[in-house]
Nanobody, 123 residues
């Protein structure tokens, strides 16, 4: 069974940092490429970052490049999104998702989704 469970969201001030985590079922962790998306109120879901099943390849949206880092913890079947220099435009619900395709930024290409975690950045 494919399961993705996000955690780590919260409220932070502009310029602060947060670390999101996504616990992934073992089969999913080794077989799928993983991505982070976010959705702000009234906006479409947008791509944030992706990491390949091997962990060797990563991709980032231009809006987060240089500020966010996507990593894998193979021992714990967990991926992390380290978010630095946050600003109010980063406020959204963040979702972890899995896909068998690489490299794709389209939400429609991701087959499995977590429930999301809220990130709020105050000005």
């Amino acid at each position: 069974q494919v399961q993705l469970v996000e955690s780590g969201g919260g409220l932070v001030q502009t310029g602060g940092s947060l670390r999101l985590s996504c616990a992934v079922s073992e089969r999913t962790f080794t077989s799928y490429n993983l991505g982070w998306f976010r959705q702000a109120p009234g906006k479409e879901r947008e791509f944030v970052a992706a990491i390949s099943s091997s962990g060797l390849n990563r991709g980032y949206a231009d809006s987060v490049k240089g500020r966010f880092t996507f990593s894998r913890d193979n021992a714990k079947n967990t991926v992390h999104l380290e978010m630095n220099r946050l600003n109010p435009e980063d406020t959204a619900i963040y979702y972890c998702a899995a896909t068998s395709s690489w490299y794709t930024t389209s939400p429609g290409a991701y087959e499995y989704w977590g429930q999301g975690t809220q990130v709020t950045v105050s000005s």
